[in-house]
């Protein structure tokens, strides 16, 4: 009688669902990910920016606004039928607007919203009941440096971005105890689209904020296809903090990322230090025992 060969299961790559892959991030990372032999799922507003990409097995080229709910349920059912479900949810999709705060045209700040956090939200929420079924994933929030500081002409992007960070980290303290793994990404400038066709502007500005808001618009513009941040690089070293099992909670990209977040950190250390006796003396006195 012959002896049983025991034969290890053939494990399938994970599945990664990126949104906004057009260009910038969501692009490189999606090249990153196919090149890695993972199922990769490409989502574009425009699905034909992104031809050619879809010709073999392992890859999935979908339409998808994050801003329209039946598109994000129609993608998800595309993907459970071809992969059986998603491994990595990659929130890359976001866009920009330049404007001091007053200057904020209400429908512009709006749109922005809906972008970088309703359609985010709606991604999450929709991908986790998988994930909580299987007691597995990973969700990738890109957020940026300005959702650590605020600049201005930055003011209502920043929000999103704040708003991306604070989500992030109760959604973590939330599913972590069910295997679910949450990263914040945190990037300064890169050589992606975001400062040029992405980001829109206040028509009417104000001149009164020319030498804050409309300087850093102009500088921030300036510098579109010149910054410092290489999309590869930063792709990589996304897939590599996924793929490592213990992604860390905030993943900064970038050397002005790196000393603007340690910069903000001592600015606020010093900040509530000082304010220290007036924080404890709110509360009602300790009685005594």
């Known amino acids: ?67 329209q709910p039946g598109q994000v349920a129609a993608a998800l059912q595309a993907v459970e039928a071809r992969f059986g479900g998603i491994d990595v949810l990659v929130n890359n999709a976001g866009i920009g607007y330049f404007a001091a705060i007053e200057e904020g045209e209400e ?40 959702g650590l500081r605020a600049m201005p002409a930055l003011g209502q992007y920043c929000a999103t971005k704040f708003a991306v960070e604070g989500l992030s980290e109760a959604l973590r303290q939330e599913v972590q105890p069910l295997g679910i793994r949450v990263m914040v990404v945190e990037p300064s ?34 510098s579109s296809g010149k910054q410092p941040g290489d999309p590869v690089r930063a792709a990589q070293a996304i897939v590599n903090a996924v793929a490592s099992g213990k992604p860390p909670h905030h993943l900064l990209l970038g050397n002005n990322a790196f000393d603007g977040a340690m910069a903000k950190l001592d600015e606020l250390r010093v900040a509530f230090t000082a304010g220290e006796a007036v924080a404890r003396a709110a509360d009602f006195p300790k009685v005594a025992a």
């Open 189 to 222: 400038g890169f050589r992606t689209d975001w400062a040029g066709r992405s980001a829109h502007e206040s028509v009417h500005q104000i001149d009164d904020y020319m030498a804050t808001a409309g300087h850093v618009r102009i500088q921030v513009r300036d």
């Open 107 to 146: 429908a512009e700040v709006r749109r922005m919203f809906d972008v970088n956090v309703f359609g985010l939200t709606r991604m999450t929420q929709a991908v986790l009941p998988g994930m909580r079924r299987r007691r597995s994933g990973c969700i990738v929030n890109v957020a940026s440096l300005g």
């Open 1 to 67: 009688m012959n002896a049983q060969v025991s034969h290890p299961v053939a494990t399938q790559p994970p599945v990664w669902f990126i949104t906004g892959c057009s260009t910038g991030f969501g692009l490189a990372l999606a090249k990153q990910a196919i090149e890695r032999g993972y199922r990769t799922v490409m989502t574009a507003r425009d699905p034909s920016r992104l031809e050619g990409f879809g010709a073999t097995d392992n890859v999935l080229v979908l339409e998808l606004d994050v801003t």
